[in-house]
DNA sequence: AAAATATTTGTGTTCGAACACATTATATTT
DNA sequence: AAATATAATGTGTTCGAACACAAATATTTT
């Protein structure tokens, strides 16, 4: 088992190696009759072919694309630029190469300009998350044009036939963070849900966070029990984000609990720490540097980390099964949602292991 | 980078393929200067070996050992065999192939027994969960002088020098569990820390559980707010065990929290269900199907992973890597601490994806 | 029926590393 | 100095799959 050669099917089917190839891979012409039987030995001797010798003998080079957010814009995706130069790694070995295209986030322009230089060096396969969903669209086109297989990450669109979609469940992620809110509240009270959003695109996701966020009360048939209210902060005026806050926590006296849906949890956490407010519990998102900061001085008490770097790392992943090992790819893969506290943070900060296999 | 080929070596070094191979492998003599010529140059064009080459042309087998515990007498070890067998799998390829020897976890003998049985097959390289220490030491001695590295999980020795040790850090989890408890408790009462436990092997593990659960207390300055207490429960006896909770529950009736160090927090859970006892929060152990059903039904608030799945699956790899790719492993590797409730539990559970590698 | 063309099948080389074996250079013995 | 031993280096085959090319059939055209 696992060891059947090529050369051991020809000889079983009576045939040359080259004519099994041919089969196999509907090369060439080949009679029907004897097709079918070499199909027939291939099904009974359960052929699996050699990957090393693949891999081995197509001295092919795959150039993967990834077109990514600049960290240094928005450090979130410091992480997914990091698993994805953890997957190139480990497939290097396998001639995997990725170019990474760095746009703006907060550029549409930047982005249709690299998504336009990355079509233009023809890669054999494109990471992408499509933060600008309708500029996407004419590219998803060209792309199915020319066959050239993408994979979406952290931006849920599977509409347009991707080779896969890597991200996290967002209502379910929501649905998590209210278990969690209901766990630490023991009494009624009020709760928040705040979006602190600074780009559009991400209307979505938040909202889909919110509604798994409510739907667990409802479900739960806690509606009763607590008052969830919700607000939209925007921090880039500084004043006028600390005005609302202040009015919010004037007239919501038994305001226990925030839930944030973005990854700026600290903001929040700095808000409360600076005016000395101690009995609110915090539940956000993303292992940022400023987060995790304010998770180890007990200001945030979960973060649910919906693991950015694996996104990146295994849509590398699932590019190279595709194209290097020809082998089928989930259309779907949802991370786990990690809950995350001060005493289990380091198993999710450190690096991953690499992996060797098949 | 990565392409560099042992002829090319050869040839910038004005020797033979053979001459490199002998330099690389220390086989055979080769003269000082040739070799420190040889040596420079692999140094200066960055030589990485191609491990699909190498793995195709070096035909050997290598047959993995796996010493563990019947899952049939105890659940818990389902998930390693599970793991152990992916890992199997992925690693067909490389011709890595695993031997499982299968004892009663409560029978020393069958232990013993497996083990010589083990040790008797010669393997390349060993995987075990050395749940009886003392009666492991021979052994120990004798895979060390025939040079077969093994690996140990599950239960924390590292005095052995083994290859690596792949499991859990008890005391971190503890400390987690204390967390968890406390967030569910904003009131003071009375918290349980139940060691169901039926073999002594295990002793040291539950006990530093239990030193990291009350080190979250009294780190945290909680000890005046909390009141913990502990037992030792029996579960064979299942008179005896309701009797016990029976009149722990009676004379403690602030009891609001449990923890329970083992896997078996669903015998806890069936005595409160059957009591009809529903305001104690309960923190356990393990995916077990048992436990799994508890949680769904909200009888268990959390449950630890411990994933010994991953035990299982990454102690093979490690092997692998050490056997087939020569690679350096650690010597210790913990495994993330997952809080797993209801709502993110399908996640833990399902099958983990097959990775492509190096 | 012979020639031309199309279809089917077979052979040989390649990828990079490992290792057996052959060959050459150097040292030692007689 | 010749014979022999030993050390140093080179050559060629192997692993399994892919693919280019060559050869052998079969089919169509003249």
Redesign the interface.
Known sequence: M??VTIKDIASKAQVSAGTVDRVLHNRGRVSEKVKEKVLKVIKDLNYEP????R??VSNKIYNIAALIPDYQVDSYWFAPKQGIEKAEK??????VVVDQYVFNPYDVNSYIEKAQELTASNPSGILLSPIFYRETLPFFEKWKKNNIPFVLFNTDIIEHHPLSYIGQDSY?SG??A???TE?????PCTILIAHIDEEISNAAHLMKKEQGFRN?FIQNNLVDKYNIIRTELNRNNFAEFTKQLDSLIENTPDLKSIFITTSKAYEIAAYLEHRHIRHIKIIGYDLLPKNIQFLNKGAI?FLINQNPRGQGY?GI?YL??HL??KKEVPLL???????V????LN??TAEE??????
């Open positions: 696992g060891n050699n990957l090393m010798a891999a081995l480990d497939l290097q070995q396998y001639r379910q649905f998590l209210g278990r969690l766990y630490g509240q023991a009494d667990f008490n295994w992943h190279a099964k290097v090992f893969k949802y991370l786990p949602l990690d809950i506290t001060k005493e289990n198993y999710f292991e690499t992996i060797y296999s098949e």
